[in-house]
Every structure is written in C-alpha cells, then in structure tokens.
C-alpha cells in the first residue's frame, strides 16, 4: 500500500512538471552580453591559475524570413563547411581555425 501511495505522487509530480512554463528575455540585437568564464580543476574544482583560454568571433545572429533566429557565419568561418547544429561543433571549429590560422 505504501509503494503504490508513493508511486502516485511521484507520478502526480511528474505530470505537474511537464506542464511548467519556460520563459525567455526578447532578442535584441543592439544589446552585447558578457561572458564570464572559471577554469577548474576535474575532481576538486579549484580554479586553474594562470590558464589561457582563445574566444573567437565564429557567429552572429540574424532574424530570418520566417521571423526565427539563425546564425550566420563570420567571414573567417563562411567557408568551412561546418554545420552550426553539429554536436561536436567546438573540436571541429578547433581544427580548422588551426588549419587556417583563423
């Protein structure tokens, strides 16, 4: 009896959690953001002094005809047949910016 009481709430909770809402700020274009990045140590997490890390201009945003967001490759990165969806975008991106001194 007791199993079944708490497979119904944790059903129950699931079920209301399907039904939350996500939001999300407007886009705006004219408005920069900032990136603010803490290199750590795997296994204690402690912050890795003195470490170098590249950021490079791969990308901007651009409404398209539909009214949706896209991305849009700088003219550094137009030509290196990377799809911008791929899930190893970052390691192929890499290597070509090493290939092609980017």
């Known amino acids: 009896m007791r199993r ?4 119904l709430c944790v ?14 700020q407007e886009f705006d274009p004219q ?3 900032s990136i603010s990045v803490t290199l ?11 470490a170098e890390l590249s ?3 791969v990308a901007t945003v651009r409404m398209n005809t ?4 896209s ?6 990165f137009e ?10 975008l970052a390691i192929k991106l890499d290597a070509y910016v090493l290939e092609h001194n980017a």
Do not use: H, M, W
């Open 55 to 57: 950021v490079y201009y």
């Open 11 to 24: 059903t129950i909770l699931l079920i209301l959690s399907c039904s939350l809402t996500a939001f999300a």
């Open 79 to 88: 030509n290196s047949g990377i799809n911008i969806d791929d899930p190893s």
């Open 40 to 50: 750590t140590e795997q296994y204690d997490k402690e912050p890795i002094v003195g």
């Open 66 to 69: 539909n009214g949706n967001l």
């Open 31 to 33: 408005n920069n953001g």
């Open 71 to 76: 991305y849009v490759y700088t003219v550094a």
């Open 4 to 7: 079944r009481i708490l497979t």
